[in-house]
Structures are given as structure tokens and as C-alpha cells.
């Protein structure tokens, strides 16, 4: 087995046929005492969710998963776990398909292939006592279909599955052993390191960057260069007005 192959020390995974939302298992297991690293991998989902509460479908022989990360990290540094989890997504998209051509990542929390979104990533935080301590990380990715057009928002980026653009079959489990070890991998250079190569190591992979894009909030639209990320993982963009910098928002080519 290659490195990419083998499942990380220290880390758990549970394997479900079925359930709700891998996002709220999470919730339920991390309250009932888990206290290490445990990916949790639905092979259905029936109550599935998107950023901002929307509906993420899950056709027959996709990937659902959500990682419990037990930290004392206060929440700007939680936050900063959707870009080691992209760069994780990206490698073990590498190792299930020995490609990289057409991979690229598009700020905050997705994955695209030939600039179709391929994957998506959520993250929220845990709490106990009022208190954050840690972190739930979803993750979804077209391995086998697309979902219905249908059920996708207006204006978002067409879907595509790494099946039909790749030819690799790939089954959840073995993706699951993909992206957990790249992950572990990742999460060791950015507790020794910073954030700062996990932001370079980024950069390097982002869709559009240097040209312009739009960043979209529930109250107005920003039209401007992509220009770089932050040290705190905000969009930067040049626009009429000068640099400014986005926390969030929804991003449209």
C-alpha cells in the first residue's frame, strides 16, 4: 500500500448504511464523549444539508462524510480547517484517479473538475457547555453521478462526478481512506507550521485567481480581481473601490 493507502494513526471511522445527515451524527456522537479524530461515512443520506441550510442531494454511489475534530482551537483557526480540507479533497481526488489535470480549488470550500463542482466541503463548529471544542467537518463529492439540475440553486457552478470525466470507479470506502490520510498529513503541517503554507499550497490550486469573479452575500454582490487570500483565509479582491476583503460569500465565475 502506498501512503496515500494507508488509514492515519489516531483517527476512527465509523461506516453507515444509512442516516440522517452525516452533519448531525456528528453532532450526537462528539456530545456523547468522542475525543479523538473520527470520520463518520454514510453510504445514504435521507435529510442531507448544504451551506446555509440547503438540500444536498446524494445519488446512488457518492460520498458523504464528516469528520469530528476534537480542538481547542479558537474559531478563526477552526475556520481555517476548509482550506486544509480542500488541499486534502484535491489529493485524494490525485490518488483515486492518478490525474491532476482539470482539478482546481474554488474559495472557500469547493473542489472542481474541468470547472464543474465535483465537491463541497461544510464546516460547523461543536460545542459543549457553551464552549466550542471542536469542529464538524462535511464533505461530499460526485464520485459516481451528478446530482438532478433541478436541485441544484440558481447561478451555481454545473456538476460533474469523477466517474464520468475520469473513468475512475472509485467506492466510498476506499475514497474515505483517500482523504482521511491527506488529511492527517495536512493537519500535521498546519499544527507545526501555520497557516501559511497550507495558504501558498492553496493559492496554487485556486480556480480564477488573478482574474475577475463575483463574491455574492445575502445583501449585496462585490465584482473584482481575484487577487490572493489572507492570513486569515479572506478573499481579497481589487475592485473600482480598492482591495477589499471578503469573510464570506457565495462565489460566481
Known amino acids: ?114 470547472g464543474g463542482k465535483l465537491a463541497g466541503i461544510l464546516l460547523e463548529t461543536l460545542q459543549k457547555g457553551g464552549r466550542v471544542c471542536g469542529a464538524s467537518i462535511g464533505v461530499g463529492v460526485n464520485l459516481a453521478a451528478v446530482p438532478a439540475i433541478d436541485s441544484l440553486e440558481p447561478r451555481a457552478v454545473p456538476p460533474v462526478a469523477l466517474a464520468s470525466v475520469t473513468g475512475a470507479l472509485v467506492a466510498p470506502e476506499e475514497f474515505l481512506t483517500f482523504l482521511a490520510a491527506a488529511f492527517a498529513r495536512y493537519e500535521t503541517q498546519f499544527a507545526t507550521y501555520g497557516f501559511e503554507p497550507i495558504r501558498r499550497a492553496w493559492l496554487d490550486r485556486a480556480a480564477h485567481l488573478g482574474n475577475d469573479i463575483t463574491a455574492r452575500t445575502g445583501t449585496s454582490e462585490t465584482r473584482g480581481r481575484f487577487e490572493t487570500i489572507d492570513a486569515t483565509g479572506q478573499l481579497i479582491l481589487t475592485t473600482d473601490a480598492g482591495r477589499q476583503a471578503i469573510a464570506a460569500a457565495d462565489i460566481y465565475f
Open 1 to 114: 500500500m502506498t501512503q496515500a493507502t494507508v488509514w492515519p494513526e489516531g483517527h476512527d471511522r465509523v461506516i453507515l448504511t444509512e442516516i440522517d445527515s452525516t452533519l448531525d451524527e456528528a453532532q450526537r456522537r462528539f456530545a456523547q464523549g468522542v475525543s479523538r479524530p473520527t470520520w463518520i461515512l454514510a453510504l445514504n443520506q435521507t435529510a442531507a444539508r448544504g451551506r446555509r441550510g440547503r438540500a444536498w442531494a446524494m445519488p446512488a454511489g457518492n460520498f458523504a462524510t464528516t469528520l469530528i475534530l476534537p480542538t481547542g482551537d479558537p474559531t478563526d483557526r477552526i475556520a481555517l480547517r476548509s482550506f486544509t480540507t480542500s488541499l486534502a479533497l484535491f489529493d485524494a481526488c490525485v490518488a483515486a484517479t492518478g490525474r491532476v489535470e482539470g482539478l482546481t480549488l474554488k474559495w472557500p470550500n469547493d473542489v472542481l473538475l474541468n
